[in-house]
T-cell receptor
């Protein structure tokens, strides 16, 4: 069982739709990160949330850290084909062990 | 781009043979990580290092060993490769741990036949 569970595992939507991806854990994290990975590449950091209840916006992407610091969400408004990719949440467990969630594969169709 | 190089990029090996993957960084970052990526599992941590000769196990360490004799190099060894170790392996580095950004290599696709 992985410490960080993501849902949904797959998401296939049309351009212009909104979507939310969830990242949940039974453990408390001092911070959570979201990465995006494209085929054949390593993941690239999108954002880090560090304060319980924090909301961060990155253009059409909104990230939220749960009040109890056990969960996070990523909301995309008006998805575009360029948003297609694998989205991964991650957190440092016991300070230095960086672990990743199970991943959400997003496909946006024109 | 962060200076991380993984080698080889692709490898096909036979069951029972030893395999070593190399991760080389030019950033002088303290932390180095090895992950494997399989469909439906995201990235799973195999081993990580928090300094020269300082390593610890991750979630899926059975069948793998690591060594870090220099800051810049982190080696992952499969002592006797099995078909279940067919995967894409990623190396990552970060400077401080905590909430700092991790930078990834391009990955190594390993096939065990």
């Amino acid at each position: 069982t992985q410490l960080l569970e993501q849902s949904p595992q797959f998401l296939s939507i049309q351009e212009g739709e909104n979507l939310t991806v969830y990242c949940n854990s039974s453990s408390v994290f001092s911070s959570l990160q979201w990465y995006r990975q494209e085929p054949g590449e390593g993941p690239v950091l999108l954002v880090t949330v560090v304060t319980g209840g924090e909301v961060k916006k990155l253009k059409r992407l909104t990230f939220q850290f749960g009040d109890a610091r056990k969960d996070s969400s990523l909301h995309i408004t008006a998805a575009q084909t360029g948003d297609t990719g694998l989205y991964l949440c991650a957190g440092y467990y016991n300070t230095d062990k960086l672990i990743f969630g199970t991943g959400t594969r997003l496909q946006v169709f024109p | 781009d962060a200076g991380i190089t993984q080698s080889p990029r692709h490898k096909v090996t036979e069951t029972g043979t030893p395999v070593t993957l190399r991760c080389h960084q030019t950033e002088n970052h303290r932390y180095m990580y090895w992950y494997r990526q399989d469909p439906g599992h995201g990235l799973r941590l195999i081993h990580y290092s928090y300094g020269v000769k300082d390593t610890d196990k991750g979630e899926v360490s059975d069948g793998y060993s690591v060594s870090r004799s220099k800051t810049e190099d982190f080696l992952l060894t499969l002592e006797s490769a099995t078909s279940s170790q067919t995967s894409v392996y990623f190396c990552a580095i970060s400077s401080l741990g905590g909430s700092t950004e991790a930078f990834f290599g391009q990955g190594t696709r390993l096939t065990v036949v």
